[in-house]
């Protein structure tokens, strides 16, 4: 699998280890081998415009994920857009570690790579519950929050 990671400088930097870890764990646990998958870690302007862009919606999101390329090859190529203030904000309102919501982020955005949906209750709770999965096999605790969290 090819993956790049950028970010925002403003919150640091996220080494590819830990998110390649992540990733590599979704796309085992579905069944995937290869691809090519952009993160982009940024800030809730950036996902505005684009949830506006893409989505005629004008509000804060935490992730958008864009599936590149149809979602019948085999081999995953796309881009994940994660707001590291959502991702903050909502740790402290949902109490949850800062690191383990920034993992949320990424799986959810991989799991909508990989065709999954949550415009439905049901499929909010497929969602969830493969997200709690995976979060238990992932290396969550290596994402550096440091600068983030001073911000």
Not at 41 to 49: N, T
Request: hydrophobic fraction near 35%; aromatic fraction near 10%.
């Amino acid at each position: 699998m090819k993956l790049t990671v950028d970010c925002d400088p403003r919150f640091g930097t996220f080494p590819a280890g830990p998110v390649r870890s992540i990733v590599e764990e979704v796309w085992r646990s579905e069944g995937v081998d290869g691809g090519e998958i952009h993160v982009i870690f940024g800030d809730d302007e950036l996902l505005s415009r684009l949830k506006q862009e893409f989505f005629s919606l004008s509000q804060y999101t935490d992730v958008i994920a864009f599936r590149l390329n149809e979602y019948e090859e085999p081999q995953p190529e796309g881009e994940i857009y994660i707001s590291l203030p959502r991702a903050k904000e909502n740790a402290v309102l949902y109490g949850e570690d800062l690191r383990r919501e920034i993992a949320r982020y990424l799986i959810h955005g991989c799991l909508h790579l990989l065709g999954y949906d949550d415009q439905t209750e049901a499929e909010q709770e497929a969602m969830r519950r493969r997200e709690d999965t995976c979060l238990d096999r992932v290396p969550w605790q290596k994402i550096p929050t440091k600068r983030l969290e001073e911000s």
